[in-house]
């Protein structure tokens, strides 16, 4: 069974542009959650998808942002990129038919903003 | 708001000893779940234990344990048998009990467990 996979692996932008990530969920995973790993934060919660809706978003700006679409794939987008951006980019899936269920991770997306 | 806190920035351990992680967190919930995942340098963030907050027994899976106490809100992991494999950042998490927006994990800063040969 294919786990969670993130594209691309790197990115590199420059300050004012827009980054667009993506993740696919393992088959069968309805739920998709973004985490921001900077440098000296830890691991943050974005956003939670769940059957093509935002059901939850953490202390972020609005130029992040995302969708899910009808297969359950995600993309996260960050308009206006600033430095402070930069991070490991990580995204999740579940299944939340029953509470608890863990979160499984991909590999992440390393944003690099120049 | 739940707060998850780790202590203990690095660690190291000889291999084939036991080493154990700390974590602390705050919360009004009688209900939640706790969870380790452990992040290898190659970056990928596994599942090392899942604890239920309702359920007294401490959860184990194979060289990985827990000692949960619910009243001192405290979820530490001991690894037993340190192996070289083990070495990795190592984050504890919470979860809220579940139904509606509750589903997202609140993480500690991480632990540095290095296994030295």
């Known amino acids: 069974e294919a786990g969670v996979t993130q594209s691309p692996t790197h990115l590199i932008k420059t300050r004012g542009q827009q980054a667009t990530l993506r993740c696919s969920p393992i088959?069968?995973?309805?739920?998709v959650y973004w985490y921001q790993q900077a440098l000296g934060l830890g691991l943050q919660f974005l956003l939670w998808y769940d059957e093509g809706e935002e059901r939850n978003r953490g202390n972020f700006p609005p130029r992040f942002s995302g969708r899910q679409f009808p297969n359950y794939s995600s993309e996260l987008n960050v308009n206006a990129l600033e430095l402070e951006d930069s991070a490991l980019y990580l995204c999740?899936?579940?299944?939340?038919?029953?509470?608890?269920?863990?979160?499984?991770f991909g590999d992440g997306t390393r944003l690099s903003i120049l | 708001a739940q707060t998850v806190t780790q202590s203990q920035p690095e660690m190291s351990v000889q291999e084939a000893e036991t080493v154990t992680l700390s974590c602390t967190y705050d919360?009004?919930?009688?209900?939640?779940?706790l969870f380790w995942y452990k992040q290898p340098p190659s970056r990928q963030m596994i599942l090392v234990i899942r604890?239920?907050?309702?359920?007294?027994q401490n959860a184990t899976e194979n060289r990985f344990s827990v000692n949960f106490q619910k009243a001192a809100k405290s979820f530490s992991l001991k690894i037993s048998d340190s192996q070289l494999g083990d070495t990795a950042m190592y984050f504890c998490a919470f979860m809220k009990p579940g139904g509606g927006s509750n589903y997202k994990l609140t993480f500690g800063k991480g632990t540095l467990l290095t296994v030295n040969p």
């Open positions: 088959s069968g995973h309805t739920s």
């Open positions: 919360t009004s919930e009688n209900n939640y779940y």
């Open positions: 999740a899936s579940s299944s939340d038919r029953v509470p608890g269920q863990p979160q499984h």
């Open positions: 604890q239920e907050a309702y359920k007294q």
